[in-house]
C-alpha cells in the first residue's frame, strides 16, 4: 500500500529528479529531429550540384551515416547525463567501458578499419553502384557498397564480398568517361597511311550509326605507329566513350576493322621466316639444298608414305 509519506517522496521526486530526466528525454528527443534535418541538408551539400543517380545515391549513403552518428552520440550522452541524474557514479562505469572498448577494439581491430576505409570510400567518391572496378586483385562491376564490405561481380558472373580493409589501391574504368585502347597491327608490306585513313573512316561510320553514336564522345584519336615487331607495325589509337561503353564499341571496331581490311587487301601480319646460308670471308657460299615434298596417296599403300617430287 502507498502510504501518505511514500507518496509525498515519489512526488518529491517526481517535482526534481524526475522533472530533469524528463527534460533530458525531452531535449534528447529535439536534438535527434535536429540531427535529421542536419543530415539532410549535408544531403545538398553532397551533391555538389550533380543530380544523376549515382550522385545521389552517394549523397543519400553520407548523409544516412552522418545522421546515424549524430543519434549515437546523442543518446550515449544522454543516458550518461540520465545516470548523474539518478545520482549513479559514472566514473566507475566509465572505466569499464573502457576497459570493455580496449578490449573489443583489439578484437575488432578489423572490422573497424572497414568502416573507416568505407567511410573514405564513399566521401571521396572512388567508388559507385555500377561502377567497373579493380580491387584486391578483383575486377568487376560494383554491386553494392556499405561500410564493411564492397561486393564486386566479374565478367562470368562470379561475386565476390571484398572487405574495405582489404581495398588500398581503387582502379575505376568508368568514372566521368572511358577510353579503348587499340594495338593494329599490320604487315611490313602495308602503306601505312592508307591503314591510317581506313581507321578514320571506320571511326566515322561508327560515330554516324545511331546504334552507337551516342556512346562515342570523341573521333578517334590515332597516336601514331607504336613499335616495330618482328613481323608487324603496331598502330596505336584511342576512342573515349561513355562510361562502361568502351568495349561495346571496340567490339564493333574491330569487327568492322576486320571487314574493312579485308575489303581493301590489308593484311594482318603473320610470322615470316628468312633463311639465309651465310657466306664465307671471299663470299662464297657453301651449298644449300632442298628438297620438296609432298603427299601422294596411293590405294593400298600407307597414307604416310612420301614419295621425292
Known sequence: MFTPDLLAKFYSWLMTTGAKILLII????FLIRIGKIFSHRAEKVFLRGREDEESIKRAKTLSMLLRHSLRAIIIIISLITILATLGIQIGPLLAAAGVLGLAVGF??????????NGFFIILWDQ????????????????ESINLKMTVLRD???????????????????????????????VSYFENIDEVIATLKEIDEEIRCDPLFSEDILEPLEILGVDRFDNSAIVIKARTTTKPN?????????????????????????F??????????????????????MKNKVDPGSNLDDKKDN
Open 245 to 269: 561503353k568502351q568495349w561495346r564499341i571496340g567490339r564493333e571496331f574491330n569487327r568492322r576493322l576486320k571487314l574493312a581490311f579485308d575489303r581493301k587487301g590489308i593484311r594482318f601480319p
Open 107 to 116: 578484437a575488432a581491430q578489423s572490422l573497424i578499419k572497414d568502416i573507416i
Open 26 to 29: 525531452v531535449g534528447t528527443l
Open 155 to 185: 565478367l562470368s558472373g562470379n561475386v565476390h564480398f571484398i572487405p574495405n580493409s582489404m581495398i588500398d589501391l581503387v582502379t575505376n574504368m568508368s568514372k566521368g568517361h572511358s577510353k579503348y585502347l587499340f594495338d593494329i597491327s
Open 127 to 142: 567508388i559507385r553502384v555500377g561502377d567497373v572496378v579493380q580491387i584486391a586483385g578483383k575486377d568487376g562491376v560494383v
Open 271 to 292: 610470322p615470316h621466316l628468312i633463311v639465309f646460308a651465310g657466306e664465307d670471308k671471299q663470299g662464297q657460299a657453301s651449298s644449300f639444298r632442298v628438297r620438296l
